[in-house]
């Protein structure tokens, strides 16, 4: 079972960048899935989710009309696009996958935005 992110990087505010999660070894499209983010010193918040279907999407509201989560059950990825970045927007980025009682979680990707 793996979760896979990628896509973080040093962005300038105002910029954007998108994650991806892949996930393998499991199935994926079967599973709802979020972003969270935890920032220096800071607990882990959820981001947003989709569900397993892509059918129906909710956002923190401190992204709200700036990110959109979605997926591609094709290639077994969730994506989150973000615009607008801002500096309170830096953090390591975490994908999860959760179905019943399964919970999966991958190693993060960091997303610094700075000018």
């Known amino acids: 079972v793996q979760l896979v992110e990628s896509g973080g990087g040093l962005v300038q505010p105002g910029g954007s960048l998108t994650l991806s999660c892949a996930g393998s070894?499991?199935?994926?499209?079967?599973?709802?899935v979020s972003w969270y983010r935890q920032a220096p010193g800071k607990g882990r918040g959820l981001v947003a989710t989709?569900?397993?279907?892509?059918?129906?999407?909710n956002y923190a509201d401190s992204v709200k009309g700036r990110f959109t989560i979605s997926r591609d059950h094709a290639k077994n990825t969730v994506y989150l696009q973000m615009n607008n970045l801002k500096p309170d927007d830096t953090a390591v980025y975490y994908c999860?996958?959760?179905?019943?009682?399964?919970?999966?979680w991958g190693r993060g990707t960091q997303v610094t935005v700075s000018s």
């Open positions: 070894g499991f199935t994926f499209s079967s599973f709802a």
């Open positions: 999860n996958a959760l179905h019943s009682e399964l919970n999966y």
């Open positions: 989709i569900t397993s279907t892509g059918g129906s999407t």
